[in-house]
């Protein structure tokens, strides 16, 4: 089946510091999806990458999926504490159902 | 609320028993997804059901079944529980079958305890 790492599994900030996690597929992916789920809680849709190079911004926020399509990164901007929770990439199987990485587990110092 | 229900929010069951867990899908949803969240396991995919029909399987064990019904709402059904089914099990909505726009909209989850 499809093959999404996530890296780092986990990562603590300062508040104020920036934070980045990396996900690499085995495969071409043909879109790539992040997902923010806050401790308790469950998997919120963030946003959604198609093209080859693509870069989006949410306010602290910037995505970006690999020239290859084979990896994407999600970097946020100066960390505040209302970012704590872990963040998913999921990759579509052929079937085009989302195998979801294995994610990262941020921690904000304040 | 995300306008996923899942019902019920936690449940604790002894080893070899049967649960059934239920899902109704956000307004207008066609496609309903189950997956299964434990602690060394990240989020798995288990089935996909798409407007009542079967549409994908992934790592879902035999013992565990599922079906998606006219209304749309949605069952797992899991028996035989051993101690190692105990995870969160969350059911995803999306319009379509590809969820390309706009991702998946997530339930709550149902927590379940095998004792």
Redesign the interface.
């Known amino acids: ?1 499809q093959q999404v790492m996530q890296i780092p599994q986990y990562q603590h900030v300062q508040e104020g510091e920036d934070f980045t996690t990396y996900c690499n597929s085995s495969t071409t992916l043909s ?1 790539i ?1 992040w ?1 923010k789920q806050r401790p308790g ?5 963030l946003i ?1 990458l198609v093209k080859s190079g693509e870069v989006k911004k949410q306010k602290r926020l910037t995505f970006q999926f690999g020239e290859a399509k084979k990896n994407s990164s999600l970097h946020i901007t100066a960390t505040q504490t209302t970012d704590v929770g872990t963040y ?1 990439c999921a990759g ?2 052929t ?9 990262t587990s941020l921690t904000v110092i304040p | 609320d ?1 306008g996923v229900t899942q019902t019920p929010k936690h449940l604790i069951t002894a080893t070899g028993q049967r649960v059934t867990l239920r899902c109704s899908p956000r307004s207008g949803d066609l496609s309903v ?1 189950w ?1 299964q969240q434990s602690l060394d396991q ?2 798995q ?1 288990l089935i ?1 059901y798409y407007n009542g029909e079967e ?2 399987k ?2 879902i064990l035999e013992r565990f079944s599922a079906q998606q019904f006219p209304d749309l709402h949605s069952e797992l059904n899991l028996s035989s529980l051993e101690l190692g089914d105990s995870a969160l099990y ?1 059911c ?1 909505s999306s319009r379509d ?13 149902t927590r379940l305890t095998v004792v």
Do not use: D, K
Request: without cysteine.
């Open positions: 089946g879109n999806q997902y809680g469950h998997p919120v849709f959604q998913f579509p199987s079937g085009n159902q989302f195998y979801f990485g294995t994610g | 995300s997804y997956y990240g989020l995919f996909q549409r994908a992934g790592n969350f995803a079958n590809r969820a390309i726009r706009s991702g998946y909209t997530f339930g709550s989850g």
